[in-house]
T-cell receptor, first 111, second 114 residues
């Protein structure tokens, strides 16, 4: 079945440093969504990418969808303590309605 | 505040008990989902309801029985659960069960099986 892996599993940064998480799918994705889950919280939708090579920005967050639509990345510039949480990519394949979540990257930010 | 409400927030039950998890949304969404999430793992899809009909069952054991009484409500009936079923159960909704729809999650029910 479809597998979506993320690296790294965990990253600890000092506030102000940059952070990147990479998402890789075993199959071509129709589109990809990104979610953030704070400790003890629930996943919250961040963004969706649909087109090959698409890049979207949300303030300090930059999202990319790979040309082959099998990988994606999320880059955070100048992290803040409010960025703490686990970041999941999630994708669909073909015409299926099943959203498959990546393994997640847990981000810890300290002062 | 989340727009998807789940009750109870916590549930402890024995393996012979019968209990139900409830989920409610008032966003007019026509697709609702149940996910299971173990600690430090991603959410795993269990069921999808579209227009109150079950459209996806991810080979979930029959001790989990979903029900969608109307477009705003989703239940998950539990019976004879196993200790490995202890997890966070998340409900989500989206406008339609289509790929380009973001999903809105509730806070979840943290379930412990004794």
């Amino acid at each position: 079945g479809q597998q979506v892996m993320q690296i790294p599993q965990y990253q600890h940064v000092q506030e102000g440093e940059d952070f990147t998480t990479y998402c890789n799918s075993s199959t071509t994705l129709s589109n990809i969504q990104w979610y953030k889950q704070r400790p003890g919280g629930h996943p919250v939708f961040l963004i969706q990418l649909v087109k090959s090579g698409e890049v979207k920005k949300q303030k300090r967050l930059t999202f990319q969808f790979g040309e082959a639509k099998k990988n994606s990345s999320l880059h955070i510039t100048a992290t803040q303590t409010t960025d703490v949480g686990t970041y999941f990519c999630a994708g669909y394949t073909g015409t299926a309605s099943k959203l498959t979540f990546g393994t997640g990257t847990r981000l810890q930010v300290t002062l | 505040d989340t727009e998807v409400t789940q009750t109870p927030k916590h549930l402890v039950m024995g393996m012979t008990n019968k209990k139900s998890l409830k989920c409610e949304q008032h966003m007019g969404h026509r697709a609702m989902y149940w996910y299971k999430q173990k600690a430090k793992k991603p959410p795993e899809l269990m069921f999808v309801y579209s227009y109150e009909k079950l459209s996806i069952n991810e080979s979930v054991p029959s001790r989990f029985s979903p029900e969608c009484p109307n477009s705003s409500l989703l239940n998950l009936h539990l019976h004879a659960l196993q200790p490995e079923d202890s997890a966070l159960y998340l409900c989500a909704s989206s406008q339609e069960a289509l790929q380009l729809q973001p999903q809105h999650f509730g806070d979840g029910t943290r379930l412990s099986i004794l």
